[in-house]
T-cell receptor
Framework: NAGVTQTPKFQVLKTGQSMTLQCAQD?????MSWYRQDPGMGLRLIHY???????DQGEVPNGYNVSRSTTEDFPLRLLSAAPSQTSVYFC??????????FGPGTRLTVL | AQKITQTQPGMFVQEKEAVTLDCTYD???????LFWYKQPSSGEMIFLIY??????QNATEGRYSLNFQKARKSANLVISASQLGDSAMYFC????????????FGEGTQLTVNP
């Protein structure tokens, strides 16, 4: 099993550009989440999903969209990138409400 | 609202000694879970240990144990026999029954193990 995979690992955007961060898991987990981690801080929840076709907002959803068309994939879309979205983005998945498995992260810089 | 507090921005410990990393939480939900994650300088998030609010005994996983004091709302991580490889950022996190799989994280404690 590959676990949770994220692409790309690094990305540089200009203000106003859009892009999609990819996340996939091969563990058949129903729960998937996106977090962001700013320097010196813990992770904050952006969006999450409890199953295919079901998504909801987390703590810091503004500027981001998600969709969950399959159990495996949970892409995060930045609609119009801003410097405040410079961060490290982590995707996570879990079976039920137990341990969350994290992907390796995507380091995003918005100029 | 749920909240996690880690009051130690940085901690230092000598190799082979034990160290306790503090975590307090605030929730009104009777059912919740507490997690500790390790984040080394390479950046990945590594699950260490889990404690459920109804668990009667403190969780242990190898050199890691969780000192769970429910009345005080604390869930401190104890690392025994510290190793140089334990140097990392450590995060405490909480999940409430009503919030599904969503985790709320503390701000972390940077642990440095000295030789």
């Amino acid at each position: 099993n590959a676990g949770v995979t994220q692409t790309p690992k690094f990305q540089v955007l200009k203000t106003g550009q859009s892009m999609t961060l990819q996340c996939a898991q091969d563990m058949n987990h129903e729960y998937m989440s996106w977090y962001r981690q700013d320097p010196g801080m813990g992770l904050r929840l952006i969006h999450y999903s409890v199953g295919a076709g079901i998504t909801d907002q987390g703590e810091v959803p503004n500027g981001y969209n998600v969709s969950r068309s399959t159990t495996e994939d949970f892409p995060l879309r930045l609609l119009s990138a801003a410097p405040s979205q410079t961060s490290v983005y982590f995707c996570a998945s879990s079976r039920g409400v137990g341990e969350q498995f994290f992907g390796p992260g995507t380091r995003l810089t918005v100029l | 609202a749920q909240k996690i507090t880690q009051t130690q921005p940085g901690m230092f410990v000598q190799e082979k000694e034990a160290v306790t990393l503090d975590c307090t939480y605030d929730t009104s939900d009777p059912s919740y879970g507490l997690f500790w994650y390790k984040q080394p300088s390479s950046g990945e998030m590594i699950f260490l240990i889990y404690q459920g609010s109804y668990d009667q005994q403190n969780a242990t996983e190898g050199r890691y144990s969780l000192n769970f004091q429910k009345a005080r709302k604390s869930a401190n991580l104890v690392i025994s026999a510290s190793q140089l490889g334990d140097s990392a950022m450590y995060f405490c996190a909480m999940r409430q029954e009503t919030s599904g799989s969503r985790l709320t994280f503390g701000e972390g404690t940077q642990l440095t193990v000295n030789p």
